[in-house]
T-cell receptor, first 115, second 113 residues
Framework: DSGVTQTPKHLITATGQRVTLRCSPRSGDLSVYWYQQSLDQGLQFLIQYYNGEERAKGNILERFSAQQFPDLHSELNLSSLELGDSALYFC??????????????FGPGTRLTVL | GDSVTQMEGPVTLSEEAFLTINCTYTATGYPSLFWYVQYPGEGLQLLLKATKADDKGSNKGFEATYRKETTSFHLEKGSVQVSDSAVYFCALRVVGSQGNLIFGKGTKLSVKP
């Protein structure tokens, strides 16, 4: 158990819909990262938040957005969903925002299926 | 840009065989290197890491040495078990490169009894 929790575990929805994925970081970690894992693209970084502020953006679509709340949990919002958005979405956390040596601890993921 | 290349899978071995999964990297800065493992139906777990050249990371019988001269971080285990069947990801992180992990495509390992 990494200490990172994600809900829901599975999500099935239709094209055009909007969903919210939730992540709670490990106790004491201020930095939260979102990654997408798909068969064709592999594991790709989406976005990072540190103590409530956006710190880095990766290959995140404009239809996707995220935020980190004062209690440090984070939500990833996916809208106007397309079939290609079906993937496993991981959240990870670490203590600091820009330390290359910190380990990122991953949650169990949310599997999104868009029908 | 920064990138990680790891050997294509799948890799199928018999129990107690020797395992090597090759990983090489390209980095504009000075990276830390990681191996993560993903067991079926689960999230990623850190297996081991190395943060500077010549460091050796080790855990659960797995080892990898950070080789700056060959830009490599190959994963090895002397005797694999059926329970080692999983997907293994090599990854790097460079300070200033947005702080995120950059992953290889993963290598699926199957160990047969």
């Amino acid at each position: 158990d990494s200490g990172v929790t994600q809900t829901p575990k599975h999500l099935i929805t239709a094209t055009g819909q909007r969903v919210t994925l939730r992540c709670s970081p490990r106790s004491g970690d201020l930095s939260v990262y979102w990654y997408q894992q798909s068969l064709d693209q592999g594991l790709q970084f989406l976005i990072q938040y540190y103590n409530g502020e956006e710190r880095a953006k990766g290959n995140i679509l404009e239809r996707f957005s995220a935020q980190q709340f004062p209690d440090l949990h984070s939500e990833l919002n996916l809208s106007s969903l397309e079939l290609g958005d079906s993937a496993l979405y991981f959240c990870a956390s670490s203590p600091r925002w820009d330390s290359s040596t910190d380990t990122q601890y991953f949650g169990p993921g949310t599997r999104l299926t868009v029908l | 840009g920064d990138s990680v290349t790891q050997m294509e899978g799948p890799v199928t071995l018999s129990e107690e065989a020797f395992l090597t999964i090759n990983c090489t990297y390209t980095a504009t800065g000075y990276p830390s290197l990681f191996w993560y493992v993903q067991y079926p139906g689960e999230g990623l777990q850190l297996l081991l890491k190395a943060t500077k050249a010549d460091d050796k990371g080790s855990n659960k019988g797995f080892e990898a040495t950070y080789r700056k001269e060959t830009t490599s971080f190959h994963l090895e285990k002397g005797s694999v078990q059926v329970s080692d069947s999983a997907v293994y990801f090599c990854a790097l992180r460079v300070v200033g490169s947005q702080g995120n992990l950059i992953f290889g495509k993963g290598t699926k390992l199957s160990v047969k009894p």
